[in-house]
């Protein structure tokens, strides 16, 4: 599985993106996730998609604000990031999961295959 980030900017607070990852192989099959980087910092858990589009996952640091979707037909996952704070700013990350059962892993551990990062800057 390859996977394609793209999306990223520069975006005034308050501001959104719309963050997608296109997917080669069998993604249909795989859960999805983004992390993020900031400098400095350890990659992070952002959100998280099953296979299925029925398992969601959040952290607790984006939710109510961010989220994920995905179209298995497109072998693409999305996350839309809204209400944007600078605190927001990082690489952003898309993985896949090869791991059992339709379930929305928040573990770095979990997850078999990474994209590039797309750089999301948010500006105070």
């Known amino acids: 599985v390859q996977l394609q980030a793209y999306g990223g900017g520069l975006v005034q607070a308050g501001g959104s993106l719309r963050l997608s990852c296109k997917a080669s192989?069998?993604?249909?099959?795989?859960?999805m996730g983004w992390f993020r980087q900031a400098p400095g910092k350890e990659r992070e858990f952002v959100a998280a998609i099953s296979w299925s589009g029925a398992g969601i996952r959040y952290a607790d640091s984006v939710k109510g604000r961010f989220t994920i979707s995905r179209d298995n037909a497109e072998n693409t996952v999305n996350l839309q990031m809204n209400s944007l704070k600078p605190e927001d700013t990082a690489a952003y990350y898309c993985?896949?999961?090869?791991?059992?059962?339709?379930?929305?892993?928040?573990?770095?551990?979990?997850?078999?295959?990474w994209g590039q990062g797309t750089l999301v800057t948010v500006s105070s």
């Open positions: 192989g069998r993604p249909s099959t795989y859960g």
């Open positions: 993985a896949a999961s090869r791991w059992m059962g339709d379930y929305a892993f928040h573990g770095i551990v979990n997850y078999n295959y």
